[in-house]
């Protein structure tokens, strides 16, 4: 029995048909030592294309109807890339998320997964025939389709290489694997041969784009070693795995950052009990994630509340924030977009102090102001002005090594 992989290809991979023949004959080589299960994006532009159309109609299609539009892309390359299988003389069957029972939560655009019944991918396997299967997508309770985030294939991928318990999941895409940083940002910056999953769960929740959070996030629940490697060019890529020998950690491991930030104050808020729940409390209930919180020391029973949100949650995150759904008093709402977030991780900052003041003087001396400071075991995060992102990206990569 061959082990079995579980391999991602992206948008860009299967971007035309001599894209996806050059996909084919990559699974036709894997299943020479390995059996693949394949899981795919939509052709690259053509989710975009479906929202442009669905825009055309509508400027707020019903959620329901423009999954079900969505999830059409993934289906043309999963039937593409099958017959193209077939004519290498191999056994693939497409599947769609219903046929294989991908079941989600109901929240269509950003669904969770919730549960995969194997059978159909393990009766495929028992044939001998590569799974070809839909990413991005699965079903509700009432059998609607969902889909799972911009990106979200990753997820399928990795949700799927858990459940089977594959020995790898191989996501392909248009770079070579992870970089210290975004190397169209800093040019020097390096391919990483691994990271560890913890690291990528970080870098991934702060920006980095080359995996989908949510794919981390079961990667690193359920132990999934993954590799990012390119369909393009030959390469080892970059394994991303639990557990990494110590020779090779090096304290910072990556910068990542991102420049999609709103940062809200309430200014002058009552210091009482309750208030950070009392304006919190309504933000999440709406489902918007908060990620850095300040609340400042409290002059005379009154303080700052400052925290960060997506760029795409702004509107509504001020709308709640001015209605009395907040039951907190304060004096003044102070909005600002021109922020951005840069963050260093490395799981080497556990045993290394230094890490942080390292990063405060490499700003200091660039003249960047620091708004707000947060951190973690192995993170930290610093909210700056928009403008000085660039440089604060580059001055703390060489600052570390990297
Ligand atoms: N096709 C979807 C997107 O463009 C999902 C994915 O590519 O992972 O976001
Ligand atoms: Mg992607």
């Known amino acids: 029995m061959k082990n079995i992989v579980v391999q991602k290809f992206g948008g860009t991979s299967l971007g035309s048909i001599e894209r996806i023949k050059a996909v084919a004959k990559t699974i036709k080589k894997t299943s020479l030592n390995e059996f693949p299960i394949i899981v795919v994006s939509a052709m690259s532009g053509e989710t975009d294309k479906l929202i442009n159309l669905a825009k055309d109609i509508s400027d707020d299609p019903a959620e329901r109807e423009l999954d079900a539009l969505l999830s059409t892309g993934e289906k043309v390359s999963a039937a593409l890339l099958a017959m193209t299988l077939q004519s290498l003389g ?78 790898r999941c191989d996501i392909y895409t248009d770079v070579d694997g992870i970089y210290t940083t975004d190397p169209n940002l800093v040019p020097e910056a390096k391919k990483l041969r691994s990271i560890t999953t913890e690291e990528m769960l970080e870098l991934s929740g702060q920006g980095a784009k080359v995996m989908q959070v949510r794919a981390m996030e079961f990667a690193n629940r359920y132990d999934v070693p993954i590799r990012v490697l390119s369909s393009f060019k030959e390469g080892e890529g970059t394994l991303i795995t639990k557990e990494i020998s110590s020779m090779e950690q090096p304290i910072i491991t990556g ?148």
């Open 90 to 167: 191999l056994k693939a069957k497409s599947f769609s998320a219903a046929q294989i029972s991908m079941r989600t939560t109901s929240n269509h655009s950003k669904a969770k997964i919730i549960d995969i019944n194997i059978d159909t991918i393990q009766a495929s396997i028992d044939e001998a025939c590569i799974p070809v299967i839909t990413g991005f997508q699965g079903i509700n309770d009432v059998g609607d389709v969902t889909t799972l985030g911009r990106g979200g294939s990753d997820t399928t991928a990795v949700a799927i290489a858990a459940s089977i318990k594959a020995e």
């Open 255 to 402: 910068i990542a950052m991102q420049d999609n930030q709103t940062k809200f104050t309430l200014h002058g808020v009552e210091d009482t009990p309750g208030n950070a729940s009392g304006i919190l409390g309504p933000i999440g209930d709406a489902g918007i994630d908060v990620d850095v919180i300040v609340q400042n020391v409290s002059v005379s029973g009154k303080t700052d509340f400052t925290f960060t949100i997506e760029n795409s949650d702004a509107k509504k995150a001020q709308k709640i924030l001015e209605s009395d759904l907040i039951k907190v008093n304060y004096d003044k709402l102070i909005v600002n977009n021109e922020i951005g977030k840069v963050s260093i991780v490395g799981v080497g900052m556990r045993s290394q102090s230094g890490v942080a003041s390292i990063a405060f003087k490499t700003l200091a001396e660039n003249n960047i102001n620091i708004q707000m400071i947060s951190t973690s075991e192995i993170k930290i995060t610093l909210v700056i002005s928009l403008k000085d992102m660039n440089l604060a990206v580059k001055s703390l990569h060489k600052a570390f090594n990297l």
